[in-house]
């Protein structure tokens, strides 16, 4: 099997860099991007610069004009951030087809053979993609290059503070990441992390060393991949064709913990809307909503209700989930993520309930118009009720 070269390309403080591409003039400024407007803003996005001077992630935008007047913060025009993402993206495909939209921020690259093609080494290459995004999109990018995604997804962590590079050598694996805790890898989940620290793998050396036979009954086929993943064998390939989904799951972690329910429900709500627009563009129904809450040292809450009615409704599926979070959530806890997963999907116009009876799906056509009106117009051209 050839092995793969892949890439993870993570866009930098995206929302902020997306103001800055417009307005130059905010570079090495502290700014700060809110959901919502006036003193109902809530910070969601900060610069280096207002990291530099303790604005915390999820602070209310009132709070911060008494203790950081000298903070800007500017509202967020999500539908702006979307055509940079678009623009980002396209300048990605000038180098490879083979691009994977993970998030609106995020990309996998397939650059396997492209060395050769572009007579250049590797890291060479990504420094030219990272260099070109930024003269043709003025936004920066991190960038970590492996042989697996998830490997890829490692080292793009680790490019932020590494100056926006840095590569994950397949001879070099464990000398790299092999002492990175077991908890902090993408898919291993918090009871996985208790089972595996029960039985003496605290770190993704102890967890490569296992057995495959004991991961497997372990851990199931996923255990099993990861662990070829983490090893440098590519077991999900970068798929630049979506496929109609079996389930949903939008979260994306915070630039810093937060113990702030009305940050955590704003970030919800913005996460629902995500995963149900594109529930829609699938013309799919959802019959099982969930809320994915993770703590600061990654202890893991989820909490699934189901639905009486399949349905791809803004306001059904943002209510039950707004239900679940206040059941997860605890005071005082700091929080690095929280994410929203639609689970029991159908693309049929309708499911058989019995032998005898029909249930319909419930199609939110004043959603569909909503998402429309937002492809035209713009992003909350129209504001939905709470």
Known sequence: MKQRIIGLIDCDAFFVSCERVDNPDLHNKPVCVMTGGGNKGIIVSRSKEAKAIGIKMGAPYFQIQKTHPQAICIPARHQRYSEISHRVMNIIREFTPDVEEVSIDEAYVDLTGLNEIYKTSYTELIARIRKTIWEKANVPVSIGLSCSKTLAKLASDKAKNKGGIFIIRPDKIMETIGNIDIEDICGIGTQSAKNLKFNGIFTISDFVSQDNTWIKKAMG???????????????????????????????????????????????LKYHIQNASRKLRQWNGFCGEVGVILRTKDFSTSVL?????????????????????????????????????????????????????????????????????????????VIKRGM
């Open 304 to 380: 699934y209700s189901k639905l009486e009615t399949s349905t791809n409704s803004d306001f059904v599926l943002r209510n039950t989930a707004i239900s679940l979070l206040n059941k997860l959530y605890r005071p005082k806890l700091l929080y690095r993520s929280v994410g929203v997963e639609l689970k029991k999907l159908s693309y049929n116009e309708e499911i058989q309930q019995s032998l005898f009876e029909t249930l319909k799906h419930d199609d939110d056509k004043l959603s569909r118009i909503i998402d429309d009106l937002e492809q035209k117009f713009g992003k909350d």
């Open 221 to 267: 086929v996923n255990g099993l991949n990861l662990k070829f993943e983490l090893m440098g064998i590519s077991t999900s390939s970068v798929d630049a064709n979506p496929h109609a989904p079996q389930s949903i799951q939008d979260t994306k972690s915070f630039e810093d913990f937060s113990d702030n329910l009305e940050f955590l429900s704003s970030q």
